[in-house]
Nanobody, 117 residues
Framework: QVQLVESGGGLVQPGGSLRLSCAASGIIFSIYAMGWYRQAPGKQRELVASITNGGSTNYGDSVKGRFTISRDNAKKTVYLQMNNLKPDDTAVYYC???????????WGQGTQVTVSS
């Protein structure tokens, strides 16, 4: 059974930092591209950051320079370090695991991040 379990969300003041973690089980973690997506109320889910199985990273324009994605294949965990958080970063953050072929895609249950004073 595949599980992606996010943790690390919470309430933080503007300018603060949070580190999200996503622990995977039931998959060969090292061959999957991993990503973080977010969805704010009334908005579509959007890509925050992704990292390939080779370690190449990609970021959404709104988080470039503030967020960093990383992975630890030994721990089967992907991280999202979020710095200089803004109220617009408030959303539910979802972890995603993606295999290109055969095409397989998994989602975590999400973790709430709220940026407010």
């Amino acid at each position: 059974q595949v599980q992606l379990v996010e943790s690390g969300g919470g309430l933080v003041q503007p300018g603060g930092s949070l580190r999200l973690s996503c622990a995977a089980s039931g998959i060969i973690f090292s061959i999957y591209a991993m990503g973080w997506y977010r969805q704010a109320p009334g908005k579509q889910r959007e890509l925050v950051a992704s990292i390939t199985n080779g370690g190449s990273t990609n970021y959404g324009d709104s988080v470039k320079g503030r967020f960093t994605i990383s992975r630890d294949n030994a721990k089967k965990t992907v991280y999202l370090q979020m710095n200089n958080l803004k109220p617009d970063d408030t959303a539910v953050y979802y972890c995603n695991a993606d295999q290109t072929w055969p095409k397989v895609n998994y989602w975590g249950q999400g973790t709430q991040v709220t940026v407010s004073s």
